[in-house]
């Protein structure tokens, strides 16, 4: 790989590393660390170790099937399954036969999903799902929107146009969205909230997360599981 200079195109912390027409690397120069990465899938490294990366990791196995392993939970998988993995979250494979596909690695540096929560609202939905494998299967139609996203995202990573890293983000919040999308379709008993209230001492706080209902066969709800997260506003920060 040749890394080249800033081109004027990116912030200037970022730089290229090329590769071949499958590959493309973003890296930040300041750091050294991988920005953001899409590459196939590599037939010497089929993630049979447990892994704990340091950057979010979108893995489309478009061929191939086994089980694999999140956190503490096992679950199989197959053709069509996407994985959403957060940084050091720890996964491995165990593969019945090869997988194939792509992969799309971004650091936490270059696009925060905590910090974009409003627009791309896939954190607790794709990523810190606490009560859902991290993955959705897609196929027809949507498998399509998402393979046409990613090549816009692989011709913009080898294009010498302006506005370069805000068209990246951009495909990249299309490509979370949609898939954010597809998983509440997958998954409709998954629900998302926010509300706003104040403690007695008047202190407002935005309330957020996500809830899991269980029904029983007569259609009553049997379990609730929540996870919540309280954010401290002010009076003006209010929206609701």
């Given at each position: 790989?040749n ?6 195109n990116?912030p ?10 499958t590959s493309?690397t ?10 953001v990465?899409l590459?196939p899938?590599?037939?010497t ?15 489309w ?9 999140a ?11 996407i ?21 799309l ?5 270059f ?9 791309v ?12 494998p991290p993955?959705i299967t ?6 399509l929107?998402?393979?046409d996203v ?8 080898s294009?010498d146009?302006?506005?370069k890293?805000d068209?990246l ?25 926010e509300?706003?209230w ?10 957020y997360?996500?809830e899991?209902?269980?029904f029983?066969?007569d259609g009553y709800?049997r ?9 401290e ?8």
């Amino acid at each position: 790989m040749n890394r080249e200079d800033y081109d004027g195109n990116l912030p200037s912390q970022y730089a290229i590393m090329t590769g071949d027409a499958t590959s493309q690397t973003l890296i930040n120069k300041d750091t050294g660390e991988m920005a953001v990465q899409l590459k196939p899938i590599d037939p010497t490294n089929q993630y049979n170790e447990v892994q704990r990366l340091n950057y979010y990791t979108i893995l489309w196995v478009q061929k191939g099937s086994g089980r694999y392993r999140a956190d503490i939970s096992e679950y199989p998988f197959g053709p069509g399954t996407i994985f959403f993995f957060t940084p050091y979250q720890p996964f491995r494979f165990m593969h019945a036969e090869q997988a194939s596909g792509l992969v799309l690695h971004f650091h936490p540096d270059f696009f925060c999903i905590e910090k974009h929560k409003k627009e791309v609202s896939c954190n607790g939905v794709l990523f810190n799902n606490v009560y859902q494998p991290p993955t959705i299967t897609v196929s027809g139609k949507d498998a399509l929107a998402l393979t046409d996203v990613l090549q816009k995202f692989r011709e913009e990573m080898s294009s010498d146009a302006i506005a370069k890293y805000d068209l990246l983000v951009s495909w990249l919040k299309i490509f979370l969205i949609t898939a954010s999308r597809i998983k509440i379709e997958q998954h409709p008993e998954a629900v998302r909230f926010e509300y706003e209230w104040h403690d007695a001492s008047g202190q407002w706080f935005r309330s957020y997360g996500n809830e899991l209902w269980e029904f029983d066969e007569d259609g009553y709800m049997r379990k609730r599981f929540a996870s919540i997260n309280d954010l401290e506003i002010g009076e003006k920060g209010r929206k609701l």
